[in-house]
């Protein structure tokens, strides 16, 4: 008896652990290409952001 429970439950286990498809899926997404325009920008406009903190660090030292 104790053998015919196992055997159902190993059956059991097996039946719903093969429950998927080894079948190769249909869906096929297209890619999404995703264009960006570059922003054209002069050499200077690394430079404002440090020369304004260099100018707070002096005014706040100058007080």
Same mark, same amino acid.
């Given at each position: %008896?104790?053998? #015919?429970? /196992?055997?159902?439950?190993?059956?059991?286990?097996?039946?719903?652990? %093969? =429950?998927?498809s080894? =079948?190769?899926?249909? $869906? $096929? %997404?297209?890619? $999404?290409?995703?264009?960006?325009?570059?922003?054209?920008?002069?050499?200077?406009?690394? #430079? &404002? &952001?440090? /020369?304004? $903190? &260099?100018? #707070? /660090?002096? =005014? =706040?030292?100058?007080?």
């Amino acid at each position: %008896m104790k053998k #015919l429970v /196992l055997a159902a439950a190993f059956a059991g286990a097996a039946s719903t652990a %093969m =429950a998927g498809s080894y =079948a190769k899926d249909d $869906v $096929v %997404m297209e890619p $999404v290409v995703v264009v960006e325009e570059a922003q054209q920008s002069s050499s200077s406009a690394g #430079l &404002i &952001i440090p /020369l304004v $903190v &260099i100018a #707070l /660090l002096a =005014a =706040a030292a100058a007080d």
